[in-house]
Protein backbone atom coordinates (compact mmCIF):
# COMPACT_ATOMS: atom_id res chain seq x y z
CA UNK A 1 0.00 0.00 0.00
CA UNK A 2 0.83 3.86 0.05
CA UNK A 3 1.34 5.69 2.93
CA UNK A 4 2.55 8.54 4.49
CA UNK A 5 3.16 9.43 7.83
CA UNK A 6 3.19 12.94 9.66
CA UNK A 7 2.32 14.23 13.22
CA UNK A 8 -1.37 15.55 13.71
CA UNK A 9 0.13 18.34 15.65
CA UNK A 10 2.79 20.53 16.83
CA UNK A 11 2.94 23.61 18.92
CA UNK A 12 5.53 25.80 19.24
CA UNK A 13 6.18 29.58 20.11
CA UNK A 14 6.08 32.69 17.89
CA UNK A 15 9.83 32.96 16.79
CA UNK A 16 11.08 29.54 17.39
CA UNK A 17 11.87 27.28 14.89
CA UNK A 18 9.59 23.90 14.40
CA UNK A 19 10.73 21.06 11.97
CA UNK A 20 7.78 18.98 10.98
CA UNK A 21 8.92 15.40 9.77
CA UNK A 22 7.06 13.34 6.94
CA UNK A 23 7.88 8.99 6.33
CA UNK A 24 6.71 7.56 3.11
CA UNK A 25 6.43 4.27 1.67
CA UNK A 26 4.73 4.94 -1.99
CA UNK A 27 5.01 2.44 -5.11
CA UNK A 28 6.89 5.13 -7.42
CA UNK A 29 8.53 8.27 -6.13
CA UNK A 30 9.38 11.54 -8.31
CA UNK A 31 9.34 13.71 -5.52
CA UNK A 32 8.12 15.34 -2.00
CA UNK A 33 6.16 18.13 -1.93
CA UNK A 34 4.81 20.21 0.60
CA UNK A 35 1.44 22.66 1.51
CA UNK A 36 0.22 24.92 3.44
CA UNK A 37 -3.52 24.63 4.36
CA UNK A 38 -4.68 28.05 6.50
CA UNK A 39 -8.80 26.71 7.97
CA UNK A 40 -11.30 26.90 5.32
CA UNK A 41 -8.86 27.75 2.40
CA UNK A 42 -7.24 25.88 -0.18
CA UNK A 43 -3.56 24.43 -0.25
CA UNK A 44 -0.99 26.49 -1.12
CA UNK A 45 2.92 24.92 -2.59
CA UNK A 46 5.20 25.79 -0.37
CA UNK A 47 8.46 23.27 -1.84
CA UNK A 48 9.51 20.29 -3.93
CA UNK A 49 12.25 17.85 -3.23
CA UNK A 50 12.95 15.59 -6.18
CA UNK A 51 16.89 14.94 -4.97
CA UNK A 52 18.11 14.67 -1.64
CA UNK A 53 18.99 17.48 0.27
CA UNK A 54 17.95 20.75 1.47
CA UNK A 55 15.39 23.38 -0.30
CA UNK A 56 15.55 26.60 1.22
CA UNK A 57 13.31 29.34 0.23
CA UNK A 58 13.02 32.34 2.95
CA UNK A 59 12.10 31.26 6.37
CA UNK A 60 10.80 27.59 4.61
CA UNK A 61 13.08 24.94 4.23
CA UNK A 62 12.48 21.56 3.25
CA UNK A 63 14.41 18.20 2.99
CA UNK A 64 14.81 14.73 1.67
CA UNK A 65 16.23 11.36 1.91
CA UNK A 66 15.21 9.56 -0.37
CA UNK A 67 17.45 6.69 0.92
CA UNK A 68 15.44 6.67 4.22
CA UNK A 69 11.97 7.86 2.57
CA UNK A 70 12.12 10.91 4.93
CA UNK A 71 11.71 14.32 4.28
CA UNK A 72 11.24 17.22 6.73
CA UNK A 73 9.61 21.54 6.85
CA UNK A 74 11.38 23.26 8.74
CA UNK A 75 9.62 26.54 9.40
CA UNK A 76 12.05 29.36 11.41
CA UNK A 77 11.07 32.82 12.89
CA UNK A 78 7.15 31.63 13.17
CA UNK A 79 4.87 34.05 13.15
CA UNK A 80 1.08 33.67 14.07
CA UNK A 81 -0.04 34.13 10.29
CA UNK A 82 2.07 30.37 9.99
CA UNK A 83 -0.90 28.80 12.27
CA UNK A 84 -2.49 26.33 8.99
CA UNK A 85 -2.10 22.55 8.53
CA UNK A 86 1.21 21.78 6.51
CA UNK A 87 0.74 18.25 4.22
CA UNK A 88 3.64 16.23 2.62
CA UNK A 89 2.69 14.93 -0.40
CA UNK A 90 4.61 12.41 -2.66
CA UNK A 91 4.77 12.80 -6.41
CA UNK A 92 4.20 9.15 -7.25
CA UNK A 93 3.39 9.03 -11.45
CA UNK A 94 1.36 12.18 -11.74
CA UNK A 95 -0.63 11.41 -9.16
CA UNK A 96 0.07 12.85 -5.48
CA UNK A 97 -0.51 10.87 -2.51
CA UNK A 98 -1.48 13.08 0.49
CA UNK A 99 -0.58 12.46 4.04
CA UNK A 100 -3.01 13.73 6.63
CA UNK A 101 -1.35 16.61 7.87
CA UNK A 102 0.21 18.24 10.65
CA UNK A 103 -1.59 21.36 12.58
CA UNK A 104 0.54 23.42 13.86
CA UNK A 105 -0.12 25.64 16.80
CA UNK A 106 1.55 29.10 17.36
CA UNK A 107 1.60 30.43 20.77
CA UNK A 108 3.05 34.29 22.03
CA UNK B 1 -4.48 35.74 -14.55
CA UNK B 2 -7.31 34.43 -12.65
CA UNK B 3 -5.70 31.24 -11.63
CA UNK B 4 -7.89 28.10 -10.99
CA UNK B 5 -11.42 28.54 -10.61
CA UNK B 6 -14.07 26.68 -9.50
CA UNK B 7 -17.76 27.08 -9.29
CA UNK B 8 -20.37 27.10 -7.00
CA UNK B 9 -18.44 27.61 -3.85
CA UNK B 10 -21.10 25.84 -1.96
CA UNK B 11 -23.73 22.86 -3.01
CA UNK B 12 -26.50 21.18 -1.15
CA UNK B 13 -27.94 17.86 -2.83
CA UNK B 14 -30.15 15.15 -2.10
CA UNK B 15 -29.34 11.91 -2.37
CA UNK B 16 -29.52 10.40 -6.00
CA UNK B 17 -28.93 14.02 -7.58
CA UNK B 18 -26.57 14.60 -10.14
CA UNK B 19 -24.58 18.19 -10.46
CA UNK B 20 -20.91 19.22 -12.22
CA UNK B 21 -18.74 20.74 -10.96
CA UNK B 22 -16.65 23.32 -12.82
CA UNK B 23 -13.01 23.66 -12.88
CA UNK B 24 -11.30 26.09 -15.14
CA UNK B 25 -7.93 27.48 -15.41
CA UNK B 26 -6.27 30.15 -17.24
CA UNK B 27 -2.26 29.31 -16.98
CA UNK B 28 -2.33 26.72 -19.86
CA UNK B 29 -1.40 24.11 -18.06
CA UNK B 30 -1.38 20.62 -19.41
CA UNK B 31 -2.28 19.05 -15.99
CA UNK B 32 -5.29 19.34 -13.89
CA UNK B 33 -6.90 17.30 -11.17
CA UNK B 34 -9.58 16.79 -8.93
CA UNK B 35 -9.27 15.92 -5.22
CA UNK B 36 -11.90 15.58 -2.60
CA UNK B 37 -10.66 16.73 1.42
CA UNK B 38 -12.94 15.27 4.09
CA UNK B 39 -12.65 16.65 7.70
CA UNK B 40 -9.13 16.30 9.36
CA UNK B 41 -7.87 14.55 6.78
CA UNK B 42 -5.65 15.02 3.64
CA UNK B 43 -6.43 15.73 0.11
CA UNK B 44 -7.54 12.29 -2.21
CA UNK B 45 -7.08 12.22 -6.05
CA UNK B 46 -10.47 11.57 -7.36
CA UNK B 47 -9.29 11.85 -11.73
CA UNK B 48 -6.81 13.62 -13.17
CA UNK B 49 -5.56 14.61 -16.84
CA UNK B 50 -2.76 14.83 -18.62
CA UNK B 51 -4.14 16.75 -21.75
CA UNK B 52 -6.76 17.72 -23.78
CA UNK B 53 -8.86 14.39 -24.54
CA UNK B 54 -6.88 11.96 -21.70
CA UNK B 55 -8.18 11.50 -18.56
CA UNK B 56 -7.44 8.88 -15.88
CA UNK B 57 -8.20 7.64 -12.45
CA UNK B 58 -6.89 8.49 -9.18
CA UNK B 59 -7.07 6.73 -6.01
CA UNK B 60 -11.41 7.47 -5.02
CA UNK B 61 -12.88 7.15 -8.89
CA UNK B 62 -16.40 5.96 -7.87
CA UNK B 63 -19.27 7.95 -8.61
CA UNK B 64 -17.68 10.76 -10.56
CA UNK B 65 -16.89 11.25 -14.31
CA UNK B 66 -14.49 13.49 -15.61
CA UNK B 67 -14.03 15.11 -19.42
CA UNK B 68 -11.26 17.12 -20.95
CA UNK B 69 -12.67 18.76 -23.99
CA UNK B 70 -10.37 21.57 -24.01
CA UNK B 71 -6.87 22.61 -21.93
CA UNK B 72 -8.71 25.30 -20.08
CA UNK B 73 -11.52 23.03 -18.50
CA UNK B 74 -12.01 19.78 -16.31
CA UNK B 75 -15.58 19.55 -14.38
CA UNK B 76 -16.15 16.52 -12.76
CA UNK B 77 -19.65 14.89 -12.42
CA UNK B 78 -21.18 13.08 -9.67
CA UNK B 79 -23.64 10.79 -11.10
CA UNK B 80 -25.61 10.02 -8.36
CA UNK B 81 -25.29 11.96 -5.06
CA UNK B 82 -24.31 9.88 -2.18
CA UNK B 83 -24.12 11.33 1.45
CA UNK B 84 -20.59 9.58 1.43
CA UNK B 85 -19.57 11.94 -1.26
CA UNK B 86 -19.90 15.12 1.09
CA UNK B 87 -16.51 16.84 1.10
CA UNK B 88 -14.47 19.80 -0.05
CA UNK B 89 -13.66 19.44 -3.73
CA UNK B 90 -10.62 21.20 -4.95
CA UNK B 91 -9.35 21.19 -8.62
CA UNK B 92 -6.02 21.76 -9.07
CA UNK B 93 -3.43 22.52 -12.47
CA UNK B 94 0.47 22.29 -13.14
CA UNK B 95 2.78 22.48 -16.02
CA UNK B 96 3.94 18.68 -15.70
CA UNK B 97 1.88 16.91 -13.05
CA UNK B 98 4.95 17.34 -11.09
CA UNK B 99 6.22 19.36 -8.39
CA UNK B 100 3.68 23.01 -7.72
CA UNK B 101 0.46 22.41 -8.18
CA UNK B 102 -2.27 25.80 -8.54
CA UNK B 103 -5.40 24.96 -5.82
CA UNK B 104 -9.03 26.78 -6.69
CA UNK B 105 -10.41 27.76 -3.76
CA UNK B 106 -12.85 24.59 -3.44
CA UNK B 107 -16.44 23.77 -3.40
CA UNK B 108 -18.13 22.93 -0.41
CA UNK B 109 -20.70 20.09 -1.23
CA UNK B 110 -23.33 18.42 1.33
CA UNK B 111 -25.42 15.44 0.32
CA UNK B 112 -28.79 14.77 2.55
Known amino acids: GQSLEQPSEVTAVEGAIVQINCTYQ??????LSWYQQHDGGAPTFLSY??LDGLEETGRFSSFLSRSDSYGYLLLQELQMKDSASYFCAVDSNYQLIWGAGTKLIIKP | NAGVTQTPKFQVLKTGQSMTLQCAQD?????MSWYRQDPGMGLRLIHYSVGAGITDQGEVPNGYNVSRSTTEDFPLRLLSAAPSQTSVYFCASSYSGQGMQFFGPGTRLTVL
Open chain 2, 27 to 31: MNHEY
Open chain 1, 26 to 31: TSGFYG
Open chain 1, 49 to 50: NA
